[in-house]
């Protein structure tokens, strides 16, 4: 997920005006896609970053997508530093879709790629430290005094001689003053607030009481309930249909093909599932009826074993010959997201434009996508953005967003579409699947002299419909977490092989490239440890001189887990550490393995080197839920095709860790005052190798596909 | 009609009988807080309670229901430990996501319920239901366990 970086300038110039009750506004003014995102007049409205009540509350208006990773929590912090509030009167809103709100590393409002802190450790802290600015020139203008002669602390402005303002006392006053043109910020040892722990999600109580709103949860007066019947194959669609029982069931108000289905429109979610169960469609299944699992290995091993378009080359790979050398494919399955929400939509089409309520992860991209849908201008699209019950990339993909807009546009209704948990699993847009051969080799000595890598996947630049592979053909996504290999290795070449099985759309997932290649890199440098006869933490430390903060987490992990010491009997360790999306993150597992080859996981020990935090609770906290989501995949995790059908469908066949199988889980931060890394998916990659590597040194047995379990 | 008495309301329902309880609370009561997750009982986004006793509302008719107290994520802060869970999961900061989370608090609940001090293996058994694609399963063990510590001390 990269696009154009927007004009960082535009940002610069903050404004602010006064609310309509009283209080400060502190925003961005941005005429034309302002105009263009909210219907407006001529006059251009100023998106609101910040707003200060006179009863003292203040509210951060927040354009990133909340699903779990905390950035309703993260994004009011950066502002309260900055601002000196007072956080119990902090509260935070969800802004709608509007240019102003753009991803600073996207250029579009959008939220994934870990980006949120990264994208908004300035901005949103220039704001907070505007608004800052405006409250002591309006109370020094108040008490005839000089600016200079006045601080802040937790939402009050005091003077020198004792004399306090509250922010509330001060906003209108502040309202009526020019921003400053530029602010300082607070140097990182001031902080009050950032790398704190202790501080709260803003989003516990409602979610703990049943209030938190999910797209799910929306109902509109007369609304309709969709679901779809899809074709059981990528690129199908319906010969014939008879829909007299379906229309039968009480509730059920129409039936209607669109392009992706036959969709039952009913009174809730019941008659429709009920109506769709009792559809009577000929499926057309076209070119994919044969596609097999087994086929799509051999093509994408094919492809390895070919090779392709070369995206890194150092020394000479080829004429280098090593005193050992080591050769092994390695393969990873597509994989679902399943977030605990399955994916849904509500829109509503309207002479005046289109409203959509969904949990999604691209407010900006689908504002675009819809106004095409419907034929309508851009600016005729709001989006209310809902909680999202899950996300992990999949709700970046506009599937239920078009689905429901084109149901609503049909019936001129509003429209609820809801993906069965089998519509979800089966729903495609998925992790690709990847084969990956790797040769590496070792000096007389036991250092390393060689690595190759020749990766086959799917392109999800080209799946994502708003990317394209680079000229030289190398899709970034295929390649990351291999081509940028840390480990000083004189003769270093990697490959890629764009191949596309059966049609099936490929998606981000969860630190995408990542999930399967620091699988490959990680299992087969410990491979190559073995085969020079070294530990496999001393090997990649002595790998990682150029790398201070990839060896600097790797040594701290090795520490905290104690890896040199004895574990009790039948347990073993594994460890690999893996740089993506601006973090580094080492993991030690620990692992006995039970006769029939299955792994427990008994403890995960994690470092993760993210720069400066915002909030080091939820820091940890996302490195756990990483780390669950990988151990899940790792273990379980795979969609298998056969006869073109997907062979999973809900959680007894795509199975998911549960309580009784959660290991304790350890999360270290490397100390830092760097820029801020991402959060939200460095901790996934290493796990898949972590475990793979305890569960070789358990067994002698190295397991170069997953599936753990098969 | 079915008669259902939720968090001590009658309501009296329009709907099959062989309709879903989850379907009943949340498209016709609107009690959005008791949540879809798989629709066969394998993950317990939708657990409520039916006279105390933890069920998946997505696999139990309404029909089961009839003349049963059910009790939904919006009325079982009433219960002494219900209250104990759900405070325990703010101090604990347990939600991420926050979806599968009143299907944890109320198998939590029930638990708690029943055993006043709950061992590792009881919360294993009580709560394996229960998936939580956040991973905050660690989070969820110390909470009960925070909760059961305070309920006693009450």
């Known amino acids: 997920m990269r696009a154009k970086p927007m004009n960082a300038s535009r940002r610069e110039f903050l404004k602010a005006s006064a609310m309509a009750g009283g209080g400060l506004i502190v925003g961005f003014t941005l005429p034309g896609a302002t105009r263009l995102a909210q219907g407006a007049a001529k006059e251009a409205r100023m998106s609101a970053y910040l707003r200060i009540a006179p009863n003292n509350e203040i509210t951060v208006v927040c354009g990133l997508s909340e699903m779990g990773q905390g950035v309703h929590t993260a994004i009011p912090m950066l502002v309260a530093e900055e601002l000196d509030a007072d956080w119990s009167r902090v509260r935070v809103e969800q802004a709608g879709v509007d240019q102003a709100f753009a991803n600073p590393i996207f250029g579009m409002q959008a939220t994934g790629g870990s980006t949120s802190v990264r994208g908004h450790w300035e901005p949103m802290r220039k704001a907070g430290a505007t608004a800052r600015a405006m409250l002591i020139a309006a109370a020094a203008e108040i008490w005839k005094a000089d600016p200079a002669e006045c601080r802040t602390e937790r939402g009050m402005v005091i003077h020198a001689s004792g004399k306090k303002l509250s922010y509330g006392q001060l906003a209108d006053k502040a309202a009526k003053l020019a921003p400053p043109k530029d602010v300082k910020l607070k140097d990182p040892t001031q902080f009050n607030l950032l790398g704190k722990s202790g501080t709260q999600r803003l989003d516990t109580v409602a979610k703990s009481t049943g209030k938190a709103k999910f797209g799910l949860d929306v109902y509109l007066p007369g609304m309709l309930t969709a679901v779809i019947a899809y074709p059981p194959v990528p690129g199908g669609k319906a010969a014939s249909v008879n829909d007299a029982k379906a229309k039968a069931v009480p509730g059920v108000r129409r039936v209607v093909q669109i392009p992706s289905g036959v969709a039952v429109l009913a009174d809730g979610y019941w008659a429709a599932k009920l109506g769709r169960d009792a559809l009577e469609i000929q499926w057309d299944h076209g070119a994919n009826a044969s596609l097999s699992s087994e086929g799509i290995s051999k093509m994408l091993s094919a492809g390895a074993a070919a090779g392709g378009a070369v995206g890194r080359n150092e020394g000479d790979a080829k004429a280098e010959t090593p005193a050992k050398k080591i050769e092994a494919e390695y393969e990873a399955p597509y994989l679902s997201h399943s977030c605990m929400e399955p994916l849904n939509c509500t829109a509503w089409v309207r002479k005046d434009g289109v409203e959509i309520w969904a949990g999604t992860q691209s407010q900006g991209p689908a504002q675009g996508i819809l106004a095409q849908v419907a034929g309508v201008a851009p600016g005729k699209v709001k989006v209310n953005t809902m909680y999202l019950g899950g996300g992990f990339g999949r709700r970046f993909a506009p599937d239920p967003v078009i689905g429901a807009t084109v149901l609503s546009k049909i019936t001129g209704k509003p429209v609820k579409l809801v993906y069965s948990r089998e519509d979800d699993t089966r729903g495609y847009f998925y992790r690709p699947a990847s084969v990956t051969r790797m040769t590496g080799g070792v000096d007389a000595d036991g250092r390393a002299t060689l690595f190759t890598a020749s990766v086959a996947c799917p392109s999800i630049m080209e799946g994502s419909h708003f990317m394209k592979l680079p000229p030289d053909g190398v899709d970034e996504f295929g390649v990351e977490g291999i081509r940028d290999c840390p480990y000083d290795i004189p003769n270093l070449r990697v490959e890629y092989s764009r191949q596309e099985p059966g049609g099936i759309q490929v998606w981000f997932w969860r630190s995408v490239g990542h999930s399967q290649n620091s699988f490959f890199l990680e299992s087969f440098i410990d491979e190559l440890a073995y085969a020079a006869g070294k530990d496999p933490f001393e090997f990649r430390r002595s790998l990682l001189g150029k790398q201070p903060r990839c060896k600097g987490a790797l040594e701290l992990a090795a520490e905290k887990a104690g890896w040199s010491k004895p574990l009790p009997a039948g347990v073993h360790r594994g460890i690999a550490v893996v740089f993506s999306f601006g973090s580094w993150c080492a993991q030690v597992a620990e692992v006995s393995v039970a006769a029939d080859g299955a792994p427990k996981v008994h403890r995960v020990v994690a470092a993760v080197d993210c720069g400066m935090t915002v909030n080091p609770d939820i820091v940890r906290r996302q490195i756990e839920s990483a780390i669950v989501y990988g151990l899940t995949a790792a273990l379980y995790g795979k969609i298998t095709f056969k006869d073109g059908r997907v062979e999973q469908s809900n959680f007894h066949d795509y199975r998911m860790l549960r309580m009784n199988e959660m290991p304790k889980v350890e999360v270290h931060i490397v100390p830092s005052t760097e820029a801020p890394g991402g959060i939200g998916e460095p901790g996934t990659p290493p796990i898949a190798p972590a475990v793979a590597n305890a569960m070789f040194a358990a067994t002698g047995k190295r397991i170069r596909k997953l599936p753990l379990l098969g | ?154």
Request: glycine share 10%.
């Open chain 2, 1 to 154: 009609m079915v008669s259902l008495v939720v968090n001590g309301k009658i309501r009296e329902i329009d709907a099959a009988p062989d309709t879903p309880l989850l379907w009943v609370l949340r498209d016709s009561l609107r009690l959005t807080g008791t949540k879809f997750g798989c629709g066969i009982a394998q993950c317990g986004a939708c657990t409520v309670h039916l006279d105390g006793e933890p069920v998946r509302s997505c696999a139990t008719p309404v029909s089961a229901a009839a003349g049963k107290k059910v009790t939904t994520i919006e009325g079982i802060g009433a219960t002494r430990a219900g209250k104990a869970v759900q405070a325990a999961w703010i101090r604990h900061d347990v939600p991420q996501c926050g979806y599968c989370q009143s299907g944890q608090i109320m198998s939590a609940s029930a638990l708690l319920a029943k055993k006043r001090a709950p061992s590792d293996a009881d919360i294993d058994a009580a709560m394996s239901g229960n998936v939580c694609r956040c991973g905050t399963y660690n989070q969820i063990r110390a909470a009960i366990k925070d909760a059961a510590a305070s309920a006693k001390g009450a």
